[in-house]
């Protein structure tokens, strides 16, 4: 993530509240109003001790924003990251409010985040960190309050620790308090491929309205890891269209012709990375800037900013990660005509299939890898087409279109429910 600190159009928080209220004006709502769907409903702050490996004592800072509650438990995924800050969980518990909003999904938002580099820990220390920050949360978590799920550096291994620890303190195995667990653990079949699935879906969407051809179209995938890695797997296996480019911490690569994605997915598994990938060249330019004709930013936010977005080629730029894209850049890209599927829409196939394992924990029933694809391909097709109506009929971009669906749909919850005094 680029540095927030001194340059406000980079803070995360100040970049959510201006998306929301660029729709809210639009919705004209009161103040008052604007008020309460803006704020978080609490944050709190925890400081963790963890023994090390070496018998020392690190404390370590953790936080959890549950933004909104009023349309069912707060939902979102958990990071381990360096950078993490507190207005960057709230930012990211917005964006999870208006996500699930937009996915029709019966969830509020959350989101949590641990300032940790979890390359610089062992297994057991991230383990004994993971658990202490779900036994210091046990009381705020819970399948009808608050179910956390993976987000960056976190997945399936951290999930399964988190249901152990809040299971033993429940004293009995409660698997429906965490999505994004391993299927051996009450996880859903489909759940790892569904945030890129998503992405593959509402990109092949997007190019449907705009007639574009999805078959040999030029993608380039910042971040190559689970939701840019199968996001680009799909779109090659299932739409035909050709990876040029790709990027993660390790670098970035291209090839004018195409990548090997199956053979890069492997070579990623076993290298870490992507750098070096035999049949590719290194990128020395920016991989945004790329030429290509779909964009599928999936690392960290701020990324497209009003400096680079001048540069960017892509006609359909996909958002895989939250945020990546500033408001001015926003701008920038609606005026050279760049269509923007935004983060709440683009990457809600995460945690719709969270919301689908959520109720087989619920039921006890699981379903077949082929259900869960089905209907999350009906969700997300719905939710499309609810964003593209809005841009179409009120002539804004498809940012404040899906923001627009989400905000009136979560006011009207509001709205119904009364205000408690
Ligand atoms: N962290 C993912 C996101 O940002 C998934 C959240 C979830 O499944 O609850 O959407």
Known sequence: ?????????????????????????????????????????????????VVMDDGSIQVFTGYRCQHSIVRGPAKGGIRFHQDVTIEEVEALASWMTWKCAVADIPFGGGKGGIVVDPRKLSKGELERLTRRYAADLSDIFGPDSDVPAPDVNTGEREMAWFVDTYSMHSRRTEYAVVTGKPLEVGGSAGRREATGRGV?????????????????????????????????????RDCGAMIVAASDVSGAIHNPDGLDVPALLKYVAEKKGVAGFPGSQPLTTSILEYDCDILVPAALENQITAENAA?????????????????DADKILEAKGCWVIPDILCNSGGVTVSYFEWVQNRMGFYWPEHEVN????????????????????????????????????????????????
Request: proline share 4%; aromatic share 4%; with cysteine.
């Open 1 to 49: 993530m680029a540095a927030a600190g001194a340059n406000s159009q980079l803070n995360p928080l100040e970049n959510a509240k201006r998306q929301f209220d660029e729709a809210a004006a639009k919705l004209g709502l009161a103040e008052g109003a604007k008020e309460m769907l803006k704020k978080p409903r609490r944050t709190t702050i925890q400081h963790l001790p």
């Open 200 to 236: 593959m879906i509402c990109i092949e969407q997007m190019c449907k309205h705009l007639n574009i051809p999805l078959k040999g179209a030029r993608v380039a995938v910042q971040g190559f890891g689970n939701v840019g890695g199968v996001s680009a797997d799909l779109l090659v």
């Open 374 to 421: 089905d209907r999350l391909r009906e969700k997300l097709e719905l939710a499309f087409a609810d964003v593209v109506k809005v841009a179409v009929r009120e002539k804004v971009s498809m940012r404040v279109a899906a923001y627009m669906v989400a905000i009136q749909r979560v006011w009207r919850v509001y709205e119904l429910r009364g205000m408690y005094a």
């Open 311 to 327: 540069n960017i080629k892509a006609k359909i730029i996909g958002e895989g990660a939250n945020g990546p894209t500033t408001p």
